[in-house]
């Protein structure tokens, strides 16, 4: 592994940049009828969100949890409050999620 030294980390650190973390959970109607369908429509908005520079990290979660995935928003705590409160399945109640503001570094990415 490289060596990281104390110049480096403090460089690092001051290019650091807020986002925010979403968590989607299984909400109280995930087993109804149509269910799909909703999923569906939510994912075809996370890709225009992707598109749009807003959504830069999805991640759909495949264990048995009720966690249902992980987006990481390049926006506004109160920003993504309003692109959730607005996307199909949370409105259906197919999911709920919460938001946690963190600290990245711009650029990051996952590996191809």
Known sequence: MPQITEEFMREMLAKSRPYCVVILK?????????????????????????????????????????????????????????????????QAGVFIYDVHPCQSFPGDSLPG
């Open 26 to 90: 299984a909400g109280p109607k995930i087993g109804m009828e149509g269910v799909r369908d909703i999923i569906w429509q939510h994912g075809c908005r996370n890709m225009e969100l992707r598109m749009a520079g807003l959504l830069p990290i999805i991640c759909r979660v495949t264990d048995d949890s009720d966690v249902a995935g992980i987006g990481i928003f390049n926006a506004s705590e109160e920003e993504v409050r309003k692109i959730m409160d607005e996307d199909p399945g949370v």
